[in-house]
């Protein structure tokens, strides 16, 4: 068993490298059947380095969002007022961070709103647990569907995401295409 877990381990340290330097990286299609009104959007791969700055914008324009630093990642996502969003779904809205799926990888969750469908609007972010750490990280944008409480989404590669509410957190789970399962509690942030 603990051979398994090492191999695991080394298997992850190089996977998730690969995994992070692919360009573009669509991730987060559905898990099984959403529902016929949630169009599952692609997510986008930023790189592990911040968007270039953003141009002054006219006096009438409204600030662009402050970033957070999430595993070395900026994230400008927000989350919606959770009275915008229907009951059911409020406990899965906000940035939610502090996430550790294993002793080189950290992550960050922003449930940026879910339509009464259950289609969710998602940033997920992911790097290095430590300064030291040679991952690469990165940050993506896209859509997720709740279904029976969990919030699902899945990555390009054949990873699967699912988030359940855990108190006022999110508790999460992380299977990898060869199988390996990661699980982790993300703390509401913000």
């Known amino acids: 068993m603990k051979s398994q877990t090492l191999i695991g381990a080394l298997l ?16 987060f299609n559905t898990l099984p059947n959403p529902p016929p009104a949630a169009s599952p959007q ?3 791969d930023q790189g592990a380095t911040p968007p ?3 141009p002054a914008q006219p006096a009438v324009a409204p600030p662009a969002p402050a970033g957070h630093v999430f595993c070395g990642q900026t994230v400008t996502a927000r989350a919606a007022d959770p009275r915008s969003v229907p009951d059911r779904y409020r406990q899965l809205v906000g940035i939610f961070s502090d996430a550790a799926w294993n002793a080189q990888l950290c992550a960050a969750l922003v449930v940026e709103t879910v339509s009464d469908d259950g289609t ?5 972010a ?10 690469l ?7 997720g569907i709740v279904k029976d409480g969990t919030l699902l989404f ?12 855990f108190y006022s957190d999110l508790s999460g789970k992380w299977t990898t295409p060869q199988g390996q399962t990661y699980e982790a509690i993300f703390k509401r942030s913000f």
């Open 42 to 44: 692609p997510l986008s």
């Open 137 to 143: 990280g990165g940050v993506l944008h896209g859509t």
């Open 154 to 165: 899945q990555n390009s590669d054949g990873s699967q995401y699912a988030f359940q509410p």
């Open 126 to 135: 992911f790097g290095p647990l430590d300064t030291g750490n040679k991952t």
């Open 120 to 124: 969710a609007t998602i940033t997920y």
């Open 52 to 54: 270039a700055p953003i």
């Open 12 to 27: 992850l340290a190089v996977a998730v490298p690969a995994m992070a330097q692919q360009q573009p990286v669509p991730l």
